[in-house]
């Protein structure tokens, strides 16, 4: 059970951080490769994923331990966020056409 949570909450950074730098639009841009906008989704996902990145890293440790291993884990996020979009940004289209189908 304690794996499960700790992939959930990893996950939940991974996909959130991704989709808060798909909310900007020269993130967006790179990855669709048009002029569109991202509106408001990816951006309201993405804060909804990382709060419930940290609720279970709550579950998993407790509130003592979270408050360190948080942080950590959405700065780990970040990093490997910031390095998909650097190399290769193409890589974060399939979580792009999943929140917006019609793109």
């Known amino acids: ?6 992939l959930g ?24 490769r048009t002029r569109s906008e991202p509106g ?7 804060w909804l994923l990382l709060t419930g990145s940290i609720v279970l890293t709550i579950l998993r440790d407790g509130a003592s331990f979270a408050a360190l291993f948080a942080p950590v884990l959405i700065g780990s996020a970040v990093l490997v966020t910031a390095m998909v979009l650097t190399c290769c940004p193409r890589v974060l289209s399939p979580i792009m056409k999943m929140i917006m189908p019609m793109n």
Not at 9 to 32: D, E, I, M, Y
């Open 9 to 32: 909450a990893v996950l939940a950074a991974l996909f959130g951080c991704a989709l808060l730098a798909l909310s900007q639009p020269r993130h967006w841009q790179a990855v669709t």
């Open 40 to 46: 408001r989704t990816p951006q309201r996902l993405g």
């Open 1 to 6: 059970m304690n794996m499960l949570l700790l």
